[in-house]
């Protein structure tokens, strides 16, 4: 056998043995699934679920309709904490970062503990008009489904949970969190892990499909740019550096950047603004640039490289007008750690098994993206998004759309998902550990 055969037998062998690997964690859990399904009244909540599937979607509606721009999510969080407390949980409260948090006990003593979350914010700015409009058979409306339809998704597996009496061991801690989009910066789930330190595994419910879930958390920088020069008449004091040359050097020199396709690793200078006049010399001017990528190594050689290249601009500019007069500030905006779960993971392959058993098809398809998920990711605690049921598209856009199909699949999903980590009391053993680094 010639050596690059050898090479190929091995790692033929090697990606078998890893297929078998995460064949037989999934099989683990199957009994366990098995024995939930067959018991009686959870099979009753799964119906109810589906039973309940209109009026999940009108909550889904009335959730888009209360704004909750970013920093602004006080209205929607109120709303929530109450929808919590009619739900059963009078202990539902509202954190000191904004956060809405409700616990249920299980019969363990309170491990492991589960968070089961989806995110308050929209992306939208003050002012928004999120009515809700019916556009070519879909809804359509600002937020509709990112993330309205997570939060509405977990107000259905409370009620579900509370009408039936579901027991379980482990204790979940369900949350509506704050700050997930753009500049919050993930600050909500930061608080949460700040200050409850003996989280054991966590779960995102943002995004639709049940079949996609992220297992990767996709890593971001963000930085702003200013650039500062002393400005003047265009024609009068023509000669001074320009903080908009500047910035444009800056964006010619990032523009050819070449990031690498695997891991995954993208740039892009975001919004720009800068000058006074058509006629002026302009003595400020900004960029926001994002960053992101799969693996922290290379984002922080993406990071490192940019950052010169902005400084390299600004010297470029004053050497053309032979200055020193021109600056730039450096300012870090958002920062979003990279991390990944194993996919012999018990949270992976609880959510593999759950998808299966209420789609009746496909295992998932796993993906990288950059959510709630990520803060416990680079903490090393199990996590993983799922998405709330339903189909829809233009995300972040004014025209958002969603329509229900299928749409009692993402409680359900998210139901049998929690049942096997957190165990169904007198039934299953949780399958999330403990986790001895936690308090």
Do not use: C
Request: zero cysteines; hydrophobic letters at 40%; a neutral charge.
């Amino acid at each position: 056998m010639t050596l690059s055969r050898s090479i190929l037998a091995i790692a033929f062998v090697a990606v078998a043995q890893h297929a078998l690997v995460q064949q037989a964690a999934a099989q683990a859990h199957a009994p366990d699934l098995e024995a939930i399904l067959a018991d009686p009244k959870i099979a009753k909540t799964l119906d109810d679920i589906k039973a309940d599937d209109e009026r999940t979607f009108a909550e889904q509606k009335r959730i888009t309709e209360i704004p909750a721009p970013p920093f602004k999510e006080k209205v929607r969080a109120e709303y929530f904490q109450k929808r919590m407390q009619e739900l059963g949980f009078k202990n539902a409260s509202i954190d000191a970062e904004g956060n809405v948090i409700a616990l249920r006990k299980g019969s363990g003593g309170g491990r492991p503990k589960l968070v089961v979350s989806a995110h308050l914010d929209t992306v939208f700015p003050e002012g928004t008009d999120v009515t809700v409009k019916e556009r070519d058979g879909a809804i359509v409306a600002p937020g509709i489904g990112d993330d309205s339809r997570g939060l509405a998704t977990l107000l259905s597996v409370i009620k579900v949970m509370n009408e039936n009496g579901i027991a379980t061991v482990g204790d979940i801690l369900f949350v509506g969190t704050v700050g997930e989009e753009e500049l919050g910066n993930l600050r909500g789930v930061k608080a949460l892990f700040r200050d409850h330190t003996d989280i054991d595994g966590f779960i995102s419910i943002d995004g639709l499909g049940v079949t996609r879930v992220v297992n990767q958390a996709t890593g971001s920088h963000r930085y702003e740019f200013i650039f500062k020069g002393p400005g003047g008449h265009s024609f009068q004091e023509f000669g001074l550096p320009s903080a908009t040359h500047a910035m444009g050097r800056a964006i010619a020199k990032i523009s050819e950047l070449q990031p690498p396709s695997d891991p995954k690793t993208t740039f892009t200078v975001g919004t720009v603004t800068g000058g006074t006049s058509v006629n002026a010399i302009a003595a400020e001017a900004r960029m926001a640039v994002d960053m992101r990528s799969n693996s922290t190594e290379e984002l922080l050689k993406l990071e490192a490289r940019l950052i010169e290249l902005v400084k390299e601009a600004v010297a470029d500019e004053n050497a053309r007008w032979k200055s020193d007069k021109m600056t730039v500030e450096v300012k870090l905006i958002g920062d979003r750690p990279a991390g990944i779960v194993a996919m012999d993971s018990p949270i992976v392959q609880a959510t593999q098994r759950a998808v299966s058993a209420v789609t009746k098809g496909p295992r998932p398809t796993f993906a990288g993206s950059s959510t709630d998920s990520n803060i416990a990711m680079s903490l090393g605690i199990p996590a993983v998004t799922i998405g709330g049921g339903g189909e829809g598209g233009n995300w972040h856009s004014r025209n958002e759309w969603y329509k229900p199909t299928n749409a009692w699949y993402g409680p359900q999903n998210a139901l049998l998902t929690v049942l096997i980590l957190t165990g169904l009391d007198g039934v299953t053993k949780p399958a999330l550990a403990v986790r001895s680094a936690a308090k």
